[in-house]
C-alpha cells in the first residue's frame, strides 16, 4: 500500500498547489506511481498547473463525492507532461482535479458532502492505480476535510512563508497535527527572499516548531512569469528552486 501525503497550510497565497505539483512530478521523475487529488473544493486549482481546463474533464472529484462515478475515473494520467519535458516518464502521475464549474462550487458551499467519503475515495486510488504516493492539495485552514485529510496522513508537509501571520497560523495547525498523531510531519518555508539567512531561519523554523524543515524555497522571477502555465521543475530542472525541491523528495523518502 502506497503512503498518503498531505500539502497543508494554514493561509492561502503560500505557494502550497504548485509545490504539491512539483512534488509530485519530481517523485514521478525518479520511477514513483504518483496520484494528486485537489481537495480544495471551494477554491480548486492545481488542473491548471497541468494545462487541464475545465472543459476537458469529463468527470470531477464532485461527481465522485455525489455518487455520479467511481474516484478511479475522474483520475487523469498526465504523465506525458513529463516526457513533454524531455525527460524519461520511469513512474506515472495522475490528477483528480476538482470541478471549477460555479454551480458545482456553490453546491459545496450551500450543501457541503459527505467528508467521510474522501477516505474511502483515497483508498480506493491507493489500490486502483497502485500508487507508491497520494498527495492531497488540502484547503488552507482548519475545517472538517482538512481534519480528515491530516488523520490520514502518513506526512504531513506544512508550508509557510517568512511571515508572522503565517508563523501564527502554523502553530495552530501543528498543534492539531500532534492531537492527531501523525506519524510524520515537515515543514517547507516557500517565497524566500534572497537577503534572508536561510540558515537562521531554518533554525528559528524547527526551533519554533519542534518540526524539521525539508526545504527552504527562494522567490523566483520565473516562477511569476511562468504564471502557473506549467509545472516549474520539468521546465527549469537544474535551477535552485528544483534542486530544493528534490532535496525535499529526499526528505519524504527517507
Known amino acids: ?38 481537495t480544495d473544493i471551494q477554491s480548486p486549482g492545481i488542473h491548471v498547473l497541468f494545462g487541464l481546463e475545465s472543459e476537458d474533464t469529463e468527470h470531477a472529484l464532485n461527481d465522485y463525492l455525489w455518487g455520479r462515478c467511481e474516484i478511479t475515473d475522474v483520475a487523469r494520467d498526465v504523465s506525458h507532461l513529463i516526457t513533454g519535458h524531455g525527460q524519461e516518464a520511469k513512474g506515472a502521475i495522475y490528477l483528480i482535479p476538482s470541478s471549477l464549474k460555479t454551480s458545482e462550487i456553490t453546491r459545496v458551499l450551500r450543501e457541503g458532502y459527505d467528508v467521510g467519503l474522501l477516505n474511502d475515495g483515497f483508498q480506493q486510488l491507493l489500490q486502483g492505480l497502485n500508487l507508491d504516493f497520494l498527495l492531497i492539495d488540502t484547503h488552507p485552514g482548519l475545517n472538517e476535510e482538512t481534519l480528515l485529510s491530516i488523520t490520514v496522513s502518513d506526512t504531513l508537509v506544512l508550508i509557510l512563508r517568512p511571515d508572522r501571520q503565517d508563523f501564527q497560523g502554523t502553530a495552530v495547525t501543528v498543534d492539531v497535527a500532534r492531537q492527531l498523531d501523525v506519524p510524520k510531519m515537515v515543514m517547507v518555508v516557500n517565497k524566500v527572499p534572497s537577503a534572508f539567512n536561510k540558515d537562521s531561519l531554518k533554525q528559528q523554523v524547527e526551533t519554533t516548531y519542534g518540526v524539521p524543515v525539508a526545504g527552504i524555497l527562494p522567490v523566483c522571477e520565473e516562477m511569476f512569469q511562468l504564471g502557473s502555465s ?11 528552486y528544483s534542486l530544493v525541491v528534490r532535496s525535499v523528495v529526499q526528505h519524504l523518502l527517507d
Open 1 to 38: 500500500m502506497g503512503s498518503i501525503i498531505s500539502v497543508h497550510s494554514f493561509r492561502g497565497g503560500t505557494g502550497k498547489s504548485n509545490t504539491t505539483a512539483n512534488l509530485g512530478c519530481t517523485l514521478a521523475t525518479l520511477g514513483y506511481r504518483v496520484a494528486i487529488v485537489d
Open 230 to 240: 506549467d509545472i516549474f521543475c520539468l521546465r527549469y530542472p537544474a535551477h535552485p
